[in-house]
């Protein structure tokens, strides 16, 4: 063989090396890339204490001012809560990785599905525009878990608005957590919950579809989950009540969508 040969076969080893040596790199990067690939979980919350003689009841809103300029109401609250500490921390805050109010256990109150304004206090007073509302208010825990059965659901009808009050006899589903912005360890695992009115879901009846960024799961139990695998920045949050062949159950409030932002 002579030396041109030789050089032409040692130049093909050295080519076919590298391009081995390339498809190896691009495997190992591949493989990086699965690995770094974030997978959305939602999975039930345990161990939460429960307070099954916890209640709340109110007296019916007195409107105590009324401003005309900008058409709202000042409607007080006086809300009568048993059983239950407002303001305390929940035995397990802190332990279970959720982001927790440092002022304790509260009420969440929820007008017309809108976002919960949180109260420490069983007075306050809340302004409130002419029409036909819901107001939904139920015992919350200090990492703001919903205490299920403490709750009301009450109509609250503001000056002389057109129209009809809602059927409150029909199935409601009322969206809670997650809320807000959420920073450093506490966007590790988000507080999915939510809370139910006239229905109930199982296996084979209604169910909640939640659509998680993108990716969906069927709830069939009525239970706290907690969201974990989320990347930084904004997540979207659809909730949607429907029956037992997947069709949406009218309501206003029964098919909602939230944004919170991790960072």
Request: proline share 4%.
């Amino acid at each position: 063989m002579n030396k041109i040969s030789i050089f032409i076969l040692m130049l093909l080893l050295v080519i076919s090396s590298c391009k081995k040596e390339q498809n190896n790199n691009d495997e190992i990067e591949q493989e990086k890339v699965e690995v770094e690939e974030t997978k959305i979980t939602l999975s039930k919350l345990e161990g939460s204490t429960a307070y099954p003689d916890a209640t709340i009841s109110v007296e019916e809103p007195v409107i105590s001012e009324i401003n005309e300029e900008s058409g709202k109401s000042k409607v007080d609250f006086n809300f009568i809560v048993e059983n239950y500490e407002l303001g305390a921390q929940t035995p397990e805050a802190g332990k279970n990785a959720l982001a927790n109010s440092g002022k304790g256990q509260h009420i969440h109150f929820i007008l017309d599905n809108n976002p919960y304004s949180a109260h420490y206090e069983s007075s306050f007073s809340k302004e409130i525009g002419e029409g036909h509302h819901v107001l939904l208010a139920f015992l919350s825990r200090s990492y703001h878990e919903s205490v299920k059965n403490a709750f009301l659901v009450q109509p609250i009808t503001v000056g002389e608005p057109d129209g009809e009050t809602l059927d409150l006899t029909a199935p409601h589903m009322f969206y809670s957590r997650p809320k807000g912005t959420y920073s450093g360890q506490d966007t590790e695992k988000l507080l999915l919950d939510f809370f139910l009115v006239n229905t109930e879901i199982s296996e084979d009846g209604n169910k909640v579809m939640a659509t998680i960024n993108g990716e969906q799961f069927t709830i069939t139990e009525w239970a706290p989950y907690v969201i974990e695998g989320l990347d930084k920045g904004e997540v979207t949050i659809n909730l949607k009540l429907v029956d037992a062949e997947g069709n949406s159950i009218p309501g206003p409030f029964n098919d909602v969508t939230r944004t919170v932002t991790l960072k």
